[in-house]
């Protein structure tokens, strides 16, 4: 897949937004490849009525794939992800809409470098999880 150039891309461009819902088939087996068996993810009764949230949580990593996948998306085959980070800041819940994108903060033309500011947002677009990564692009 082909994605920008270093010479086609400027501070303030956005990335393509995606929206998202995990279900409880998704966030089980995402729990299960993960080895995670934390109860507030597969046990509604547990969640709600012990921990006392509102539904099943969303594995936290699972918000940080779906950044890493906004990126890798927008950046395309020839470019090479440099660095990425992010953090959980609100717990997401089974069945909720979410929203990923980002945008461009910095164009390093000479080191080819792009750092994008990356979010995950909730319908209330709130930013559930900010993130941050650097995209080496290709010259041309």
């Known amino acids: 897949m082909a994605g920008p150039s270093i010479a086609t891309v400027q501070a303030g ?10 279900d409880t088939v998704q966030l089980f087996l995402y ?5 995670n068996a934390h109860r507030i993810h ?3 009764p547990y969640a709600t009525e012990v921990e006392g949230y509102p539904g099943l ?10 950044l890493t996948q906004c990126v890798l998306e ?9 660095s990425f980070e992010f953090s959980n800041r609100w717990a997401v819940y ?10 461009v903060l910095s164009v390093d033309m000479e080191n080819g470098l792009v750092t994008l500011d990356l979010h995950v947002v909730n319908a209330e677009d709130r930013v559930v999880a900010p ?10």
């Open 94 to 103: 089974v069945d909720e809409p979410l929203v990923s994108g980002g945008k």
């Open 13 to 22: 461009d956005s990335l393509p937004t995606r929206e998202l819902v995990c």
């Open 74 to 82: 927008w950046m395309g085959d020839d470019a090479e992800l440099v």
């Open 31 to 35: 729990n299960a490849v993960l080895w």
């Open 42 to 44: 597969f046990d509604a």
């Open 131 to 140: 993130g941050r990564a650097v995209v080496r692009l290709p010259v041309g």
């Open 57 to 66: 949580v969303v594995a936290g990593p699972l918000i940080g794939d779906w």
